[in-house]
């Protein structure tokens, strides 16, 4: 079995930097770049080599956020997500070797909120780590002050003070980014709304690169909600379709 790399080191970070980042990857010279600059930019950093390592390091250090790659000896990554995530909610940003649509949708699944495709670089991935984790700090700010009601559109209803769905009646699971996806296209039901605006709205994510990100949590969600619901304009966006008043 590949050998588990694992280390625990404090830093002099910003206040309020001091975030805890488990990166979980079996290529050393990986986890090495990514945790050099993780701790660059003030991050807590662990690492594990393995599935199993990986689930007994998240339940015993309880980060605050996965770096997770696919690919793992002992059980893959998207095993690592369904345990950990069973243990406790924690963000989780995917790597995968293959560029393929199917494993992102899986991962998306299994409730990762992110992806990125090797190679890539380690500016984007400090990005979007952080990116997350504003994005959890936001959901905790909204729980706390939730919008009383239930929107209703249709056969499907969006209760934003308990932060679930259902259509027909029935309870969908959507992990937190496809829940705030769904909200930020219901916000404006019909209106198209483009990748840019979800990418700033949703992730805080200002670079347009990140716009197949978009469009795998677009088509996650579809399989959910019912892929008539979300109506693609190409070249444009997304909007949310609801019954004609």
């Known amino acids: 079995m590949e050998q588990t790399h694992t280390s625990h080191t404090t830093t002099t970070a910003t206040p309020g930097a001091q975030r805890r980042v488990l990166v979980v990857e079996d290529d050393q010279t990986i986890v090495d770049a990514i945790a050099a600059r993780l701790r660059a930019e003030g991050f807590l950093v662990q690492t594990a080599g393995d599935g199993p390592a990986a689930v007994d390091t998240a339940e015993a250090w309880q980060p605050d956020l996965l770096i997770l790659d696919v690919m793992l000896p002992g059980f893959d990554g998207l095993e690592v997500c369904r345990r950990v995530q069973a243990q406790r909610p924690v963000p989780v940003l995917m790597l995968t070797a293959r560029d393929d649509e199917t494993d992102m949708l899986v991962g998306l699944g299994v409730g990762a909120d992110d992806y990125m495709t090797k190679p890539f670089s380690m500016r984007e991935l ?18 706390a002050t939730p919008r009383s009601g239930i929107l209703r559109l249709g056969e499907l209803e969006i209760d934003h003070a308990q932060r679930r769905v259902r259509v027909k009646s029935e309870d969908v699971h959507l992990t937190p980014t496809e829940f705030d996806l769904l909200v930020c296209l219901a916000n404006t039901p019909r209106a198209v709304l483009s990748r840019e605006q979800l990418l700033a709205e949703v992730w805080d994510w200002a670079d347009a690169s990140g716009t197949r990100t978009v469009d795998s949590h677009i088509k996650a969600l579809r399989r959910k909600i019912g892929a008539e619901r979300i109506r693609t304009v190409h070249g444009v966006g997304y909007a949310l379709e609801t019954p004609a008043p």
């Open 126 to 143: 400090a990005a979007r780590v952080h990116v997350l984790l504003r994005r959890v700090e936001r959901a905790a700010l909204a729980a």
